[in-house]
């Protein structure tokens, strides 16, 4: 009996450690984070692993390899040289558990909508698709605070050497006249550097501070409180640089009454070094113009450029080593003109084009809601323009191009509007004058370049625009078609699409995407077969945009898994009415102001919302209060918003 116990005792024992490690093996494993994205060559991940001793895979090769990207024994993932989406693997014996991680190698959002067409797509997005943008795998991962609003697209370059390693980093650029670099990926916010544009170092000179909102414009709060950087900079990755402008004013002494003051207005082109926020190329320079004309305020036949009543609010565009900067006006306060200003990108001291839209008339600024303007493959420079003095199908014309689309191309030489830019093309509504008359800016939209068409029915080359009068126009950029008194039968096509737009659209699979203000997200079709849009909408929202309606981005794999991203922006805070009281003064009431809310939807049926960031209990994703005409900028898994407080940086949940 007591043998017989014993061996029980023993089996009990050893039945028991096998038991163990049966349980061991059968353990469940579980790999963090479970979605991921990266770079492609310099951005690695760690991932973990619930259980101890596990060994890793990628794509079921243990340990990876060149053309998947390889994985270590403690799970550093380092991804391969080519874009793709992958499967890590962590195994422990007969268990496995499973995370995905997206390559890309998308280069960089450099510029106002993503590249000089303006059609605001990035296609090289792999971690951002259905399946990944809900309310339990997407939201808002951290922010970046700021000193002012930000009203500019935030800008994106990946792998950049700085702080010490290869980072993505985002550039920010606000209203208090600031400058930052912000490592793009790491929680909570690292900030590489913070400049001021007004110090010594970046130009600036005593008792210089950006400008006063009610000295300038029509004291309408448009800019509140103060104007700095508006227009959206751009990056030129080759010298790693990032042009910017700054408004400024020294001195102020307000009298009390709008754009009544006896200081003195600056805009200066700054020229940044991306890593260490310098300037460089003898930045900055004072932004300084003049043209023949005699037109409003002008002196001895000739038009001059004023600091105090030009808005820089277009983004800056580079094309064939020149820096393209654009004014209008703030709250239309006149007297001004539209002007487009070219500097050396390799030394910013040399001016070397200039073109004044009105220089025999008056207004035709060029702002386009905050829109860049388009540049085609052979140089040409694309801008629109709003109310103004038109008469260039006058006998004798006078060269004055108020509600316009406008083909600029470079020469050598004096032209009627300025020096070294002529005027290749252009197109003017039948009924400019009305628009003109009735505030219906055609220039409170910018240019979208299609892409050039093969099918021989039509024209090769097209652009599409539409402005505050809701009309969509299909224009050949070959022959734009100039003026006719009757109607715009001239022109490839011309439908009513919308209610009133102040931005840029997105173009995507020869898809329109646009948001006009108190209307719904549009989709419009356009067929390659016979180079014309559908003018019935082909889906939309069902949320209803206010004012100013919205400004949409499109990330994609390519052709495939599109999704439209949109801020709804109408609690900027100047109109608006949530609060059921006057939001229309200023100082604007605190509780007029509300959040950007991000929107995401199936770019091939905007009835399908994807996701908000409304959406998440508890206001988990809440934005930072809104700026009104910034896109979102989407890069590498993550979602850039703008605020006047913050970067708000939305992604894959950990």
Same mark, same amino acid.
């Given at each position: 009996?007591?043998?017989?116990?014993?061996?029980?005792?023993?089996?009990?024992?050893?039945?028991?450690?096998?038991?163990?490690?049966?349980?061991?093996?059968?353990?469940?494993?579980?790999?963090?984070?479970?979605?991921?994205?990266?770079?492609?060559?310099?951005?690695?991940?760690?991932?973990?692993?619930?259980?101890?001793?596990?060994?890793?895979?990628?794509?079921?090769?243990?340990?990876?390899?060149?053309?998947?990207?390889?994985?270590?024994?403690?799970?550093?993932?380092?991804?391969?040289?080519?874009?793709?989406?992958?499967?890590?693997?962590?195994?422990?014996?007969?268990?496995?558990?499973?995370?995905?991680?997206?390559?890309?190698?998308?280069?960089?959002?450099?510029?106002?909508?993503?590249?000089?067409?303006?059609?605001?797509?990035?296609?090289?997005?792999?971690?951002?698709?259905?399946?990944?943008?809900?309310?339990?795998?997407?939201?808002?991962?951290?922010?970046?605070?700021?000193?002012?609003?930000?009203?500019?697209?935030?800008?994106?370059?990946?792998?950049?050497?700085?702080?010490?390693?290869?980072?993505?980093?985002?550039?920010?650029?606000?209203?208090?006249?600031?400058?930052?670099?912000?490592?793009?990926?790491?929680?909570?916010?690292?900030?590489?550097?913070?400049?001021?544009?007004?110090?010594?170092?970046?130009?600036?000179?005593?008792?210089?501070?950006?400008?006063?909102?009610?000295?300038?414009?029509?004291?309408?709060?448009?800019?509140?409180?103060?104007?700095?950087?508006?227009?959206?900079?751009?990056?030129?990755?080759?010298?790693?640089?990032?042009?910017?402008?700054?408004?400024?004013?020294?001195?102020?002494?307000? =009298?009390?009454?709008?754009? %009544?003051?006896?200081?003195?207005?600056?805009? @200066? &082109? $700054?020229?940044?070094?991306?890593? *260490?926020? +310098?300037?460089?190329?003898?930045?900055?320079?004072?932004?300084?113009?003049?043209?023949?004309?005699?037109?409003?305020?002008?002196?001895?036949?000739?038009?001059?450029?004023?600091?105090?009543?030009?808005?820089?609010?277009?983004?800056?565009?580079?094309?064939?080593?020149?820096?393209?900067?654009?004014?209008?006006?703030?709250?239309?306060?006149?007297?001004?003109?539209?002007?487009?200003?070219?500097?050396?990108?390799?030394?910013?001291?040399?001016?070397?084009?200039?073109?004044?839209?009105?220089?025999?008339?008056?207004?035709?600024?060029?702002?386009?809601?905050?829109?860049?303007?388009?540049?085609?493959?052979?140089?040409?420079?694309?801008?629109?323009?709003?109310?103004?003095?038109?008469?260039?199908? =006058?006998?004798?014309?006078? %060269?004055?191009?108020?509600?316009?689309?406008? @083909? &600029? $191309?470079?020469?050598?030489?004096? *032209?009627? +509007?300025?020096?070294?830019?002529?005027?290749?093309?252009?197109?003017?509504?039948?009924?400019?004058?009305?628009?003109?008359?009735?505030?219906?800016?055609?220039?409170?939209?910018?240019?979208?370049?299609?892409?050039?068409?093969?099918?021989?029915?039509?024209?090769?080359?097209?652009?599409?625009?539409?402005?505050?009068?809701?009309?969509?126009?299909?224009?050949?950029?070959?022959?734009?078609?100039?003026?006719?008194?009757?109607?715009?039968?001239?022109?490839?096509?011309?439908?009513?699409?919308?209610?009133?737009?102040?931005?840029?659209?997105?173009?995507?699979?020869?898809?329109?995407?646009?948001?006009?203000?108190?209307?719904?997200?549009?989709?419009?079709?356009?067929?390659?077969?016979?180079?014309?849009?559908?003018?019935?909408?082909?889906?939309?929202?069902?949320?209803?945009?206010?004012?100013?309606?919205?400004?949409?981005?499109?990330?994609?794999?390519?052709?495939?898994?599109?999704?439209?991203?949109?801020?709804?922006?109408?609690?900027?805070?100047?109109?608006?009415?949530?609060?059921?009281?006057?939001?229309?003064?200023?100082?604007?009431?605190?509780?007029?102001?509300?959040?950007?809310?991000?929107?995401?939807?199936?770019?091939?049926?905007?009835?399908?919302?994807?996701?908000?960031?409304?959406?998440?209990?508890?206001?988990?994703?809440?934005?930072?209060?809104?700026?009104?005409?910034?896109?979102?900028?989407?890069?590498?898994?993550?979602?850039?918003?703008?605020?006047?407080?913050?970067?708000?940086?939305?992604?894959?949940?950990?």
């Amino acid at each position: 009996m007591k043998g017989k116990r014993a061996f029980s005792t023993l089996w009990f024992t050893v039945s028991s450690m096998l038991m163990s490690i049966g349980s061991l093996h059968a353990a469940t494993v579980t790999v963090t984070p479970p979605r991921a994205a990266v770079t492609v060559t310099t951005q690695t991940q760690q991932f973990t692993s619930s259980v101890a001793g596990v060994t890793w895979s990628v794509d079921n090769i243990v340990g990876g390899n060149t053309t998947v990207g390889t994985i270590t024994s403690s799970g550093l993932y380092a991804p391969p040289a080519t874009a793709g989406n992958h499967t890590i693997r962590a195994t422990s014996g007969t268990s496995s558990g499973a995370a995905t991680i997206a390559v890309t190698d998308l280069k960089g959002i450099l510029t106002y909508h993503n590249d000089s067409a303006r059609d605001g797509v990035n296609m090289r997005e792999f971690a951002l698709m259905p399946s990944t943008v809900t309310t339990a795998t997407f939201g808002k991962l951290f922010s970046c605070a700021v000193d002012g609003a930000v009203y500019a697209q935030p800008l994106w370059i990946r792998g950049l050497s700085i702080g010490g390693g290869v980072h993505n980093v985002i550039f920010v650029a606000t209203q208090h006249d600031s400058a930052y670099a912000f490592d793009a990926d790491a929680s909570p916010c690292v900030t590489y550097w913070h400049v001021n544009l007004l110090d010594a170092l970046h130009g600036g000179t005593a008792n210089e501070k950006p400008v006063v909102w009610n000295d300038v414009g029509n004291c309408f709060g448009d800019i509140y409180p103060e104007v700095g950087v508006t227009g959206t900079p751009v990056i030129d990755a080759s010298t790693a640089t990032i042009y910017l402008v700054s408004a400024s004013e020294k001195n102020p002494v307000s =009298s009390g009454h709008c754009s %009544n003051t006896s200081a003195t207005f600056f805009h @200066r &082109l $700054h020229a940044l070094d991306l890593v *260490t926020g +310098n300037e460089k190329f003898n930045a900055p320079v004072i932004i300084a113009a003049s043209a023949p004309g005699i037109g409003v305020a002008s002196s001895g036949g000739m038009v001059s450029f004023s600091s105090q009543m030009g808005n820089q609010r277009s983004g800056l565009a580079e094309v064939g080593g020149k820096i393209i900067v654009t004014f209008a006006a703030h709250e239309d306060a006149t007297p001004y003109h539209g002007w487009l200003i070219a500097y050396a990108a390799s030394n910013v001291q040399q001016r070397v084009a200039v073109f004044n839209t009105t220089p025999n008339g008056s207004d035709g600024g060029i702002w386009a809601g905050g829109g860049a303007p388009a540049i085609d493959a052979g140089g040409d420079i694309y801008v629109t323009t709003g109310n103004g003095r038109f008469d260039e199908a =006058s006998s004798p014309p006078h %060269n004055d191009y108020g509600d316009s689309i406008i @083909r &600029l $191309h470079s020469i050598t030489g004096n *032209t009627p +509007n300025g020096v070294n830019l002529s005027v290749a093309g252009w197109f003017t509504p039948f009924n400019q004058s009305s628009l003109s008359q009735n505030d219906t800016d055609l220039g409170s939209g910018a240019a979208v370049l299609l892409p050039n068409q093969s099918s021989t029915t039509g024209p090769p080359h097209l652009l599409v625009q539409t402005g505050k009068g809701g009309v969509v126009y299909l224009i050949n950029r070959d022959n734009m078609g100039e003026f006719n008194t009757a109607n715009n039968d001239q022109i490839v096509q011309s439908f009513s699409g919308l209610s009133g737009f102040w931005g840029t659209p997105a173009l995507w699979n020869n898809n329109l995407y646009i948001g006009g203000q108190n209307d719904s997200l549009r989709q419009f079709t356009f067929s390659p077969a016979t180079e014309r849009f559908t003018a019935s909408v082909a889906s939309l929202s069902t949320h209803v945009y206010g004012f100013p309606g919205t400004n949409p981005s499109v990330s994609s794999q390519g052709t495939s898994h599109g999704i439209v991203w949109t801020i709804d922006s109408s609690l900027y805070g100047y109109s608006s009415l949530s609060a059921n009281i006057n939001c229309s003064v200023v100082p604007v009431p605190a509780r007029c102001t509300g959040p950007a809310v991000l929107h995401a939807y199936d770019a091939a049926n905007l009835t399908m919302e994807y996701w908000n960031s409304a959406m998440a209990a508890n206001g988990r994703d809440t934005a930072g209060p809104a700026v009104k005409f910034v896109p979102p900028t989407v890069a590498n898994g993550k979602v850039y918003v703008s605020t006047r407080t913050a970067v708000n940086v939305y992604g894959l949940l950990p």
